[in-house]
């Protein structure tokens, strides 16, 4: 499609609806590339039913404007949950790039569609999608698309004790890559461990970042090993560095733990505030996450760690703190919660059995120091009444 008006137009969808639907009348479009941005914004309104039924009735006689058709079909058929027909659609586009010898259009159309199953959870589908992309990836940066998305996939696919296995496989991988773009998939592999609560591992992967990439993830890789610390092991954190001193997106989450450690809570209150101001999507009231994967982060399990001794207005000891968590935990779980689980919470790690005479002792100190709350084993675990 050589038509630089339609392209112009596709544009313009995004940007002026005006300005769309006065190109949309051009004589210098022809009637087939109407009908596709008709259907393009019917596609961008989230009408994705009319998107589908313009393009089924609509059969172009230039091979791109058929590829251009098959994309937008498999869009709309991969919004609606419908994979299995989004998947015939854009395998169908490919053909049609193959035909023409455009790998790039090849590429371009798999891809998007990899990502929308993956966004989707569709991971099964997304890894089987990638493993027919990667033959075609021309550039180093194709490439690292393709293996950043499967390694994703495989991240969220992998059972907590294979997560370990798949990461040293692919991250091997990613050495032929540039290190700018190696340090990406690195730093993603350290927050997706911190989210799953695998905080040891996690804290490792930042400290191989450190060394890795010096001057490409030195401030953050020292702030989150230095949280990650605290976080594993209950100790007091130090007296910022000067790299974390000068960035105040750091240096306000970093002093805000350690104040509240130090039972400062006015003084950790003002830099929240900062950071509401900073981020107002992300923090709301103090201890107040407006979005999971920040409450999932190092900083989020810290600062709710710490919630519960704000009433008393003194710092909590570790064991107080990891009683209060147990609390937490089992109020907020919604029914049993297994002796596995709650081990690896609390403890940041991979549940082993010799953890839990810890974990039995933690449960009577809990008891002794709550009377009034009944911790009960069940089937399926612990809860609270």
């Known amino acids: 499609m050589k038509n630089s008006e339609y392209w112009k137009a596709v544009q313009s969808l995004h940007k002026s609806r005006s300005h769309f639907a006065k190109l949309l009348r051009s004589t210098t479009l022809s009637p087939s590339e109407k009908t596709l941005l008709e259907a393009r914004r019917a596609l961008v309104d989230h009408d994705w039913e009319t998107t589908i039924q313009m393009l089924l009735r609509f059969s172009p006689a230039e091979s791109l404007l058929r590829a251009e058709r098959g994309l937008l079909i498999a869009e709309a058929y991969n919004r609606l949950g419908r994979n299995l027909e989004a998947l015939e659609a854009v395998r169908s586009t490919s053909s049609i790039y193959r035909e023409l010898g455009d790998f790039p259009g090849v590429f371009q159309g798999l891809i998007a569609m990899a990502i929308n199953l993956h966004v989707q959870g569709h991971l099964e589908d997304a890894i089987s999608l990638l493993a027919e992309l990667e033959p075609l990836a021309q550039t180093e940066i194709q490439k690292h698309q393709v293996f950043r998305e499967t390694q994703y996939c495989h991240l969220k696919l992998g059972k907590i004790d294979d997560v370990s296995k798949i990461i040293s496989r692919f991250t091997l991988e990613s050495r032929k890559f540039p290190a700018r773009h190696r340090q990406i998939s690195d730093h993603a592999i350290a927050y997706f461990l911190m989210n799953r609560g695998l905080l040891k591992e996690a804290q490792k992967y930042f400290e191989f970042c450190m ?113 209060e968590q147990l609390l937490e935990i089992l109020r907020t ?53």
């Open 211 to 323: 060394k890795a990439y010096p001057k490409l993830s030195r401030l953050n890789a020292k702030f989150w090993v230095a949280l990650l610390s605290t976080a594993i092991d209950g100790r007091t954190l130090r007296a910022p560095e000067a790299v974390i001193r000068k960035s105040p997106v750091y240096l306000h989450r970093y002093l805000f733990i350690r104040e509240i450690q130090a039972g400062n809570h006015d003084r950790a209150a003002l830099h929240w505030n900062e950071l509401r101001e900073l981020f107002p999507r992300l923090y709301g009231e103090v201890f107040e996450f407006k979005q999971n994967w920040v409450e999932r982060s190092a900083f989020g399990i810290l600062a709710l760690r710490f919630k519960a001794s704000k009433a008393s207005g003194k710092p909590a000891t570790a064991m107080e703190l990891l009683e």
């Open 333 to 385: 779980a919604g029914g049993p919660v297994s002796k596995e689980q709650l081990i690896e919470r609390l403890y940041a790690q991979v549940y082993e059995i010799s953890l839990e005479p810890r974990f039995y002792k933690l449960v009577q100190r809990t008891k002794k120091r709550f009377p009034d709350v009944k911790i009960l084993t069940r089937a399926g675990g612990y809860r609270i009444e």
